[in-house]
């Protein structure tokens, strides 16, 4: 359940490459003195200098908290209460990391986390991208009518839909079962059918109608044409669901009870709740460290496209 | 009546384009029918009963809403939320500072990037757990770098008047690097000779911040104002894992959490949904806005 209802248009730079500095106000404020190209370029670095001073600042305040979890979690209960606090745990208690397997169900919430996040992206972004095939380059009766459709429940926010979606689940047995979180999902995602669609408005409909005269079936254009067209769209798009499913609660927090069923958000909540009576504050932050990793890492390995993607999805207004 | 050679022909031909795509484009629209559609229409019938979600919904007319208004705690809960975006506002500020100083020619800025979208891609009951730990009053994070400059920091979460503002610097923290990227996305496509124009009719640093900047970067902060509205007026996780009784005196109970605990906790199905057709409603007309605002230059059908 995604709150990011974005809306885009035709692709703009991506943000990865910085191209120079554009000139911004604190530059041209030095050239404007009319100095010579050597203070300018002094008062280049010199601006530099200030700038990466203020925002590793920045950045070690963004950090403090993620380092604070990491280093509480190899405390032992005790050190977590020291005065003056330290940084730097004195002994390492690794076996935090040992215990969380066993503290609670963490494993089976990676597990259930996965099944739920895993099986509605592959399936609801080929859905979705078959629509966005259909919306972009078919004709079709009403298409302008179901788009818009689709569109304007965009506007509705899931809270309002969650009572009676609990009821319909509850009444055919599904409560406490992962299919609420996934069912609803294979349907596709409507952000992802307009990303896609408008994505596909910059390939030319050329390509569809060569290969109708060849005789391809439009399932087989979509296979062989269309899916690898618009791989990279996709790819971006794929990423950003399938963290928003792993990283969801409050669908997650309606559905499920037993510990058996719950997803990897549940469980460290679960975790947070009970052992922080029982103050055991290095268990916590390491079942949350945990949590936190394989998004960690999906955004490392796929940084480029994630914070391509957002740019262009969110801005160009 | 020349066409009516090609006549049939040709229209064979689109019968057939119509039906794939209208196969293609089936199962979104029955997702939409029965996960969005069926269950708003609910939701408003619902708004108007007495309803436990066990035995059949009571016709009660307007009972609900009229009960709502008269509410002390859920308007405490509308309160609350509109108070706790105080954060979007002030994050907007810091984002764009920080997107014209990673806007420049200098090293380190792909790392900066990372560093700061970090809590974005953070999940938000992961986030919300750690910062109720950096909260604690005696031996929290915030209180230590308090104590470092000799304040005696509150019990944040535990206190009336700080657990507000220790919600609003954690949002802050949570979403600077979304903005910051959208703002540094958009400072990259403006044209750079603006400022060179600027600069040669002798306009200072400020100005050309305030008249060339500001209003090419609008469209952006029209999104992001928006779009945090939007999901400002959508908080719970936060609230639920780090006051699960709403906080002090129910100060930081948000209306989501009021709904879901209505519905869930109390089994007041037909309240709860009415509080969330009212959500629903506000919800609706900040995103009509918007698409009405930037319709000419966001999207557009064909």
Same mark, same amino acid.
Request: hydrophobic share 50%; aromatic share 12%; glycine share 8%.
């Given at each position: 359940?995604?709150?990011?209802?974005?809306?885009?248009?035709?692709?703009?730079?991506?943000?990865?490459?910085?191209?120079?500095?554009?000139?911004?106000?604190?530059?041209?404020?030095?050239?404007?003195?009319?100095?010579?190209?050597?203070?300018?370029?002094?008062?280049?670095?010199?601006?530099?200098?200030?700038?990466?001073?203020?925002?590793?600042?920045?950045?070690?305040?963004?950090?403090?908290?993620?380092?604070?979890?990491?280093?509480?979690?190899?405390?032992?209960?005790?050190?977590?209460?020291?005065?003056?606090?330290?940084?730097?745990?004195?002994?390492?208690?690794?076996?935090?990391?040992?215990?969380?397997?066993?503290?609670?169900?963490?494993?089976?919430?990676?597990?259930?986390?996965?099944?739920?996040?895993?099986?509605?992206?592959?399936?609801?972004?080929?859905?979705?991208?078959?629509?966005?095939?259909?919306?972009?380059?078919?004709?079709?009766?009403?298409?302008?009518?179901?788009?818009?459709?689709?569109?304007?429940?965009?506007?509705?926010?899931?809270?309002?839909?969650?009572?009676?979606?609990?009821?319909?689940?509850?009444?055919?047995?599904?409560?406490?079962?992962?299919?609420?979180?996934?069912?609803?999902?294979?349907?596709?995602?409507?952000?992802?059918?307009?990303?896609?669609?408008?994505?596909?408005?910059?390939?030319?409909?050329?390509?569809?109608?060569?290969?109708?005269?060849?005789?391809?079936?439009?399932?087989?254009?979509?296979?062989?044409?269309?899916?690898?067209?618009?791989?990279?769209?996709?790819?971006?798009?794929?990423?950003?669901?399938?963290?928003?499913?792993?990283?969801?609660?409050?669908?997650?927090?309606?559905?499920?009870?037993?510990?058996?069923?719950?997803?990897?958000?549940?469980?460290?909540?679960?975790?947070?709740?009970?052992?922080?009576?029982?103050?055991?504050?290095?268990?916590?932050?390491?079942?949350?460290?945990?949590?936190?990793?394989?998004?960690?890492?999906?955004?490392?390995?796929?940084?480029?496209?994630?914070?391509?993607?957002?740019?262009?999805?969110?801005?160009?207004? | 009546?020349?066409?009516?050679?090609?006549?049939?022909?040709?229209?064979?031909?689109?019968?057939?384009?119509?039906?794939?795509?209208?196969?293609?484009?089936?199962?979104?629209?029955?997702?939409?029918?029965?996960?969005?559609?069926?269950?708003?229409?609910?939701?408003?019938?619902?708004?108007?009963?007495?309803?436990?979600?066990?035995?059949?919904?009571?016709?009660?007319?307007?009972?609900?809403?009229?009960?709502?208004?008269?509410?002390?705690?859920?308007?405490?809960?509308?309160?609350?939320?509109?108070?706790?975006?105080?954060?979007?506002?002030?994050?907007?500020?810091?984002?764009?500072?920080?997107?014209?100083?990673?806007?420049?020619?200098? @090293?380190?800025? *792909? &790392? /900066?990037?990372? $560093?700061?979208?970090?809590?974005?891609? !953070?999940? %938000?009951?992961?986030?919300?757990?750690?910062?109720?730990?950096?909260?604690?009053?005696?031996?929290?994070?915030?209180?230590?770098?308090?104590?470092?400059?000799?304040?005696?920091?509150?019990?944040?979460?535990?206190?009336?008047?700080?657990?507000?503002?220790?919600?609003?610097?954690?949002?802050?923290?949570?979403?600077?690097?979304?903005?910051?990227?959208?703002?540094?996305?958009?400072?990259?496509?403006?044209?750079?000779?603006?400022?060179?124009?600027?600069?040669?009719?002798?306009?200072?640093?400020?100005?050309?911040?305030?008249?060339?900047?500001?209003?090419?970067? @609008?469209?952006? *902060? &029209? /999104?992001?104002? $928006?779009?945090?509205?939007?999901?400002? !007026?959508? %908080?719970?996780?936060?609230?639920?894992?780090?006051?699960?009784?709403?906080?002090?005196?129910?100060?930081?109970?948000?209306?989501?959490?009021?709904?879901?605990?209505?519905?869930?906790?109390?089994?007041?199905?037909?309240?709860?949904?009415?509080?969330?057709?009212?959500?629903?409603?506000?919800?609706?007309?900040?995103?009509?806005?918007?698409?009405?605002?930037?319709?000419?230059?966001?999207?557009?059908?064909?």
């Amino acid at each position: 359940m995604s709150a990011q209802n974005v809306i885009t248009t035709a692709p703009l730079e991506p943000a990865q490459e910085i191209p120079g500095s554009t000139g911004g106000p604190g530059n041209s404020a030095s050239g404007r003195r009319g100095a010579g190209p050597r203070s300018t370029r002094d008062t280049l670095r010199l601006g530099n200098i200030l700038t990466t001073l203020i925002l590793s600042i920045g950045a070690i305040v963004m950090i403090a908290p993620l380092a604070w979890t990491f280093s509480t979690s190899l405390k032992t209960k005790d050190g977590v209460f020291e005065l003056p606090p330290q940084w730097i745990p004195d002994p390492f208690v690794w076996e935090n990391y040992a215990r969380i397997w066993t503290a609670g169900p963490l494993l089976t919430g990676i597990q259930n986390s996965l099944i739920v996040a895993g099986s509605v992206t592959i399936v609801g972004s080929l859905t979705s991208a078959l629509a966005a095939f259909a919306f972009a380059k078919m004709r079709m009766p009403f298409k302008n009518v179901l788009f818009l459709g689709l569109l304007s429940g965009l506007m509705i926010p899931f809270p309002t839909l969650m009572i009676p979606q609990f009821t319909i689940f509850a009444s055919i047995g599904w409560v406490d079962t992962l299919l609420p979180l996934i069912v609803p999902g294979l349907f596709g995602n409507i952000v992802m059918i307009f990303f896609l669609r408008q994505f596909l408005n910059s390939i030319p409909d050329s390509i569809v109608e060569a290969a109708r005269i060849d005789g391809a079936s439009y399932l087989q254009i979509f296979w062989t044409l269309i899916l690898p067209a618009i791989r990279p769209a996709l790819a971006a798009q794929f990423i950003l669901w399938f963290m928003a499913m792993w990283n969801d609660y409050l669908a997650p927090i309606i559905y499920l009870n037993s510990p058996g069923t719950q997803t990897l958000q549940l469980v460290i909540a679960n975790f947070n709740a009970q052992y922080a009576i029982q103050t055991d504050y290095p268990l916590i932050m390491a079942a949350s460290f945990v949590a936190l990793l394989p998004v960690l890492i999906v955004f490392v390995v796929f940084q480029r496209q994630i914070i391509e993607s957002i740019a262009l999805s969110g801005s160009k207004g | 009546m020349t066409t009516t050679t090609t006549g049939p022909r040709r229209s064979r031909l689109h019968r057939k384009e119509h039906q794939a795509a209208l196969a293609f484009v089936a199962i979104p629209v029955i997702g939409f029918l029965l996960f969005t559609l069926f269950p708003l229409l609910f939701s408003v019938y619902a708004s108007f009963t007495n309803w436990n979600g066990i035995s059949a919904p009571v016709f009660k007319g307007l009972d609900n809403y009229t009960k709502m208004f008269g509410d002390r705690y859920f308007l405490q809960s509308l309160w609350n939320t509109l108070y706790m975006m105080i954060g979007i506002p002030i994050g907007l500020v810091i984002s764009l500072g920080l997107a014209l100083a990673m806007n420049r020619k200098m @090293r380190g800025t *792909t &790392f /900066f990037r990372t $560093v700061y979208y970090l809590p974005v891609i !953070s999940s %938000i009951a992961a986030v919300a757990i750690l910062w109720q730990w950096a909260f604690n009053g005696d031996f929290g994070l915030i209180n230590q770098g308090l104590a470092l400059v000799g304040i005696d920091g509150p019990n944040w979460l535990q206190d009336t008047t700080t657990v507000k503002p220790a919600l609003i610097i954690m949002a802050v923290w949570k979403g600077l690097g979304y903005s910051m990227l959208l703002y540094l996305a958009a400072l990259q496509s403006v044209p750079r000779y603006l400022y060179e124009a600027a600069a040669l009719d002798g306009a200072t640093a400020w100005q050309q911040f305030r008249h060339i900047t500001v209003p090419m970067v @609008r469209p952006v *902060t &029209f /999104f992001l104002i $928006v779009t945090s509205i939007i999901g400002g !007026s959508q %908080i719970f996780v936060e609230i639920n894992i780090m006051t699960p009784t709403g906080g002090p005196e129910f100060q930081s109970a948000s209306v989501v959490w009021y709904i879901w605990q209505k519905a869930f906790d109390n089994l007041q199905m037909g309240y709860a949904s009415a509080m969330s057709v009212v959500l629903g409603l506000l919800v609706f007309v900040i995103t009509f806005i918007q698409f009405r605002l930037n319709r000419r230059n966001q999207f557009s059908i064909d």
